[in-house]
């Protein structure tokens, strides 16, 4: 019999899915996602990207890439100017009040992964980090799941 419950597969599904619990949990005073923090991550470290951009650092379609920028720029966090090069695309910029949240959301995900990770040493998050960087093969794009 198939022993679902350890397996590989089961395991990452269901670390997964507390890490994302934890990490909504901290950010939801703010009333983000974690995948909205994740693209205001990458803004931080490199603003006015582009779509196409944030959606390859995000491996994420880029359809659900433009409804969290939608969303993040309705909340006053980003907006979108003209394209210089290519009257077809726009280029993501943090507003004032996006780039003034960064410490805040900051420690937001350093508390989570605090959390998520008790019970491991400094050794053993690197070491699992390393993994996880093996397990995740190539970069691809993937569905942000809808819960």
């Excluded at 400094?122 to 809808?146: Q, T």
Aim: aromatic share 8%.
């Amino acid at each position: 019999m198939y022993d679902i419950e350890n397996s590989i597969g089961f395991l990452l599904a269901k670390a997964y899915q507390r890490a994302w619990a934890v990490m909504k949990e901290e950010i939801e005073p703010y009333d983000l996602t974690p995948p909205q923090f994740a693209l205001l991550s990458f803004l931080w470290q490199q603003d006015g990207l582009t779509q196409v951009e944030l959606s390859d650092k995000g491996q994420i379609d880029r359809s659900t890439v433009g409804g969290l920028i939608d969303r993040l720029e309705r909340g006053g966090l980003l907006e979108r100017r003209q394209h210089p090069q290519d009257r077809r695309a726009h280029l993501i910029f943090l507003t004032e009040h996006g780039k003034a949240m960064e410490d805040t959301l900051s420690a937001c995900a350093e508390r989570s992964l605090k959390r998520i990770t008790t019970g491991l040493s400094e050794d053993e998050i690197k070491e699992f980090r390393r993994m996880l960087n093996i397990l995740r093969g190539e970069r691809r794009v993937y569905e942000i799941p809808s819960c």
